[in-house]
């Protein structure tokens, strides 16, 4: 509440010459009061005298700066400590993102990679070539006397004549080639020792057995030369199987022209018993 401030109530006694007399009548008219230190000299002359002094306001306190900076550092170790929660809280929150399953404990498990079984089996009868492959020689057909041939070869003897043969049937193995490509490999080197050869268009065959992934025959005819320069016509053909593995096994068989008709069938034969075998 402001205060308003006016001369004191009534009028000041006028000073008379040599002291204080009897102030002025009512109804004369008061000049204004003289301002303090507006006498000539200095002196205290007439006049109102020291007007009231000016409000007095309270001295502010010496704290109110460190109460101020007492909260200035509070809310600064307030922010700090914030921003400390906030980078270390990310770790505490769960993510949003599925985390990969442990090793083992997977909602996939592929199945495993399946592997030949080469074990023997029940069709598995007669001479064992490789990788659980097995063929059963026809009657009359012995195993060849040269032993540095690679897989298997029989050889069926021409009768009543030592050293002469009248057909062969030789089993070989590769993971070099396909079946079409392993069977027009092996006509390819029969008819390198031959004259006049002849292949003919080679075949897709289709097994039963649903273990061979693939079937190739070619079929030739040709003359075998003899060391005394005697010919000898062969008609023969190379078949190859190639199983789930790509692993292929080829039969070359060849017979004389002149019991090829009669014993074709005991290649035939022999060739079963390979697929059987698979």
């Known amino acids: 509440m402001s205060q308003q401030y006016g001369p004191p109530p009534g009028p000041p006694p006028a000073p008379a010459p040599g002291g204080w007399g009897t102030g002025p009548q009512q109804g004369q008219q008061q000049g204004p009061p003289a301002q303090p230190g507006g006498a000539a000299g200095g002196g205290f002359g007439g006049g109102w005298g020291p007007g009231p002094g000016?409000?007095?306001?309270?001295?502010?306190?010496?704290?109110?700066?460190?109460?101020?900076?007492?909260?200035?550092?509070?809310?600064?170790?307030?922010?700090?400590?914030?921003?400390?929660?906030?980078?270390?809280?990310?770790?505490?929150?769960?993510?949003?993102?599925?985390?990969?399953?442990?090793?083992?404990?997977?909602?996939?498990?592929?199945?495993?990679?399946?592997?030949?079984?080469?074990?023997?089996?029940?069709?598995?009868?007669?001479?064992?070539?490789?990788?659980?492959?097995?063929?059963?020689?026809?009657?009359?057909?012995?195993?060849?006397?040269?032993?540095?041939?690679?897989?298997?070869?029989?050889?069926?003897?021409?009768?009543?004549?030592?050293?002469?043969?009248?057909?062969?049937?030789?089993?070989?193995?590769?993971?070099?080639?396909?079946?079409?490509?392993?069977?027009?490999?092996?006509?390819?080197?029969?008819?390198?020792?031959?004259?006049?050869?002849?292949?003919?268009?080679?075949t897709t065959c289709k097994p039963a057995n649903p273990n061979i992934k693939a079937c190739y025959a070619v079929f030739y005819t040709g003359n075998w030369v003899a060391k005394n320069g005697k010919k000898v016509a062969m008609q023969g053909f190379v078949t190859a199987y190639q199983d789930q593995f790509d692993r292929t096994t080829a039969t070359d068989a060849a017979l004389e022209t002149r019991v090829y008709t009669r014993r074709v069938n005991e290649l035939i034969y022999m060739n079963n018993s390979v697929v059987k075998s698979f």
């Open 54 to 202: 000016r409000p007095s306001h309270p001295q502010k306190s010496n704290r109110t700066p460190w109460i101020i900076m007492a909260g200035a550092i509070v809310a600064v170790l307030l922010v700090a400590v914030g921003v400390v929660l906030m980078v270390n809280g990310k770790d505490d929150k769960p993510s949003t993102q599925s985390s990969p399953e442990p090793t083992g404990r997977t909602m996939y498990t592929p199945s495993p990679t399946p592997t030949p079984n080469d074990s023997k089996g029940p069709n598995d009868v007669g001479v064992q070539v490789g990788w659980g492959i097995w063929f059963t020689p026809s009657k009359g057909w012995l195993p060849d006397w040269d032993k540095s041939r690679s897989g298997k070869n029989y050889i069926l003897q021409q009768f009543n004549a030592r050293g002469l043969i009248d057909g062969y049937y030789w089993v070989r193995q590769t993971e070099l080639y396909d079946a079409k490509g392993f069977a027009e490999h092996l006509v390819d080197i029969e008819s390198n020792g031959m004259e006049g050869v002849r292949i003919g268009k080679g």
